[in-house]
């Protein structure tokens, strides 16, 4: 796989939500996940969010859905991956986007079911490690370990930023090199 491209890129948050958000430790998630975010919003780079069942597990925590610019597209599913929920994968390819960058919780469940499909359904697929979480140590490696034997490349949030960037020169570098300072 090639580096990212910020024209061919959309950002996939899988279920940054109340109750799933509680049993992990929030506030690195919450962080990592946000910058990612804030990223995407300096560089015009769609995102696309998802709630697991938000009647049990609560909605997306505020602290992230605050940072979601106007038209972001927040869809409700049952199934762990997107891809089930009728109409997700047309949507998606709706933004004629190849390359997909995922981040969420948890990571051997939602996270990677999602990757799984997309990458059957032919998109190149940016696992954001260190912005994905489970609750169990094990589980969390095991399902980064999965991931990679599909086919998703492994990185984290300075890799995807700086490919996003590709130059000091980016007329928003110092904007996005601000995040993680």
Same mark, same amino acid.
């Given at each position: ?7 061919? *890129? @959309? !950002? ?13 430790? #929030?506030? $690195? %998630? &919450? ?49 762990? *991956? @997107? !891809? ?13 986007? #190849?390359? $997909? %960058? &995922? ?79």
């Amino acid at each position: 796989m090639k580096l990212l491209d910020s024209n061919n *890129s @959309l !950002l996939l948050v899988i279920d940054i939500q109340e109750r799933l958000v509680a049993s992990l430790d #929030k506030n $690195i %998630i &919450i962080s990592r996940v946000g910058k990612l975010v804030d990223a995407a919003n300096i560089l015009g780079i769609p995102v696309i969010a998802s709630e697991q069942y938000p009647k049990g597990l609560g909605n997306t925590v505020p602290v992230i859905s605050q940072k979601f610019s106007q038209g972001t597209e927040v869809v409700e599913k049952t199934s762990f *991956s @997107l !891809l089930r929920e009728e109409g997700f994968l047309d949507k998606i390819k709706s933004y004629g986007k #190849k390359q $997909i %960058i &995922i981040c969420g919780i948890e990571t051997h469940i939602c996270v990677h079911q999602t990757a799984a499909e997309l990458l059957e359904a032919g998109f190149e697929v940016v696992v954001a490690k260190d912005a994905c979480a489970s609750r169990n140590k094990y589980e969390f490696k095991q399902g980064i370990e999965a991931m990679h034997d599909n086919g998703a490349k492994i990185s984290c949030i300075e890799i995807i930023l700086f490919e996003w960037l590709r130059t000091a020169k980016h007329p928003n570098f110092k904007e996005v090199q601000a995040l993680i300072k």
